[in-house]
């Protein structure tokens, strides 16, 4: 999936907890099921996920950009809130269809 500034995403996985040492780099962080908007996306890569317009967290040193940047949050993290919507509509219409035939 290719994310693009101004674009709605939820957060599917707010769990850090298998990096303790993020809490040094970052003040805040997506928390599941909040919805977030896109502020920039950076390639894959150290350095490379997208930035949210509701967080934002200072820069830190990047070893292989030479400099620094505001850390990014890894794209899987989140789904496109229209994905979502359509994943949750298709799941009613199935439950819909289900309670219909056993009527």
């Given at each position: 999936m290719s994310f693009k500034p101004g674009m709605r995403v939820v957060c599917i996985n707010g769990d850090f907890s298998m990096?303790?040492?993020?809490?040094e780099h970052y003040k805040v962080l997506p928390k599941k099921d909040i919805m977030y908007t896109i502020r920039s996306v950076r390639p894959a890569g150290a350095e490379g996920g997208v930035l949210l317009e509701e967080i934002k967290n200072d820069p830190i040193f990047f070893q292989a950009y030479q400099g620094k940047l505001e850390p990014a949050f890894k794209s899987n993290r989140f789904v496109p809130l229209d994905e979502l919507e359509s994943e949750e509509a298709e799941t009613a219409v199935?439950?819909?269809?289900?309670?219909?035939?056993l009527v």
């Open positions: 990096h303790p040492m993020i809490f199935e439950e819909l269809l289900r309670e219909v035939e």
